[in-house]
């Protein structure tokens, strides 16, 4: 059986979807990154593609607007053999935070179970002023890659 081939084009064009998926799907929820320079992009961050582990957004941004998304591809590959190659499974994991006190992540979690196949049950965290933590909802996703014998 060949070697696991080298994926991340493949994974990085796979995230690259996911994330068009989500922001049509939660389009009027996503909050904005206002960066330290002023200037302003949707509240959606992409982390850990390979071993380039990015801190995004940078230090001093603050998030407006309520949801911020952040898709880690985490360090979890599972590997299927089959006769006539591997299956290579990459964990991504899907992180709401809802900043807005209003709102919940429950409305955003369906819609994007709307557009997505989940691994495993959703983890939700409820708010509390008191403690000042904001609502979050974790998510995990796969994205399989064959590789077939060379």
């Given at each position: 059986?060949g070697?696991?081939?080298?994926?991340?084009?493949?994974?990085?064009?796979?995230?690259?979807?996911?994330?068009?998926?989500?922001?049509?799907?939660?389009?009027?929820?996503?909050?904005?990154?206002?960066?330290?320079?002023?200037?302003?992009?949707?509240?959606?961050?992409?982390?850990?593609?390979?071993?380039?582990?990015?801190v995004?957004?940078?230090?001093?941004?603050?998030?407006?607007?309520?949801?911020?998304?952040?898709?880690?591809?985490?360090?979890?590959?599972?590997?299927?053999?089959?006769?006539?190659?591997?299956?290579?499974?990459?964990?991504?994991?899907?992180?709401?935070?809802?900043?807005?006190?209003?709102?919940?992540?429950?409305?955003?979690?369906?819609?994007?179970?709307?557009?997505?196949?989940?691994?495993?049950?959703?983890?939700?965290?409820?708010?509390?002023?008191?403690?000042?933590n904001?609502?979050?909802?974790?998510?995990?996703?796969?994205?399989?890659?064959?590789?077939?014998?060379?």
């Open positions: 059986m070697n696991a081939a080298n994926i991340l084009p493949e994974l990085q064009a796979a995230l690259a979807a996911t994330r068009s998926e989500i922001v049509d799907a939660l389009a009027d929820e996503i909050g904005t990154y206002t960066f330290p320079d002023g200037t302003t992009d949707p509240a959606i961050a992409l982390l850990g593609l390979g071993s380039n582990v990015q995004y957004p940078p230090q001093g941004t603050s998030v407006t607007g309520g949801l911020e998304v952040v898709l880690v591809t985490l360090n979890s590959v599972r590997i299927e053999s089959r006769l006539d190659g591997i299956i290579q499974n990459i964990v991504t994991q899907i992180i709401l935070r809802q900043y807005d006190v209003s709102k919940s992540t429950i409305a955003p979690l369906f819609k994007i179970l709307s557009v997505l196949d989940i691994a495993a049950d959703p983890i939700r965290t409820v708010s509390d002023p008191y403690i000042g904001i609502e979050t909802c974790e998510i995990q996703i796969l994205h399989s890659f064959y590789t077939g014998d060379s």
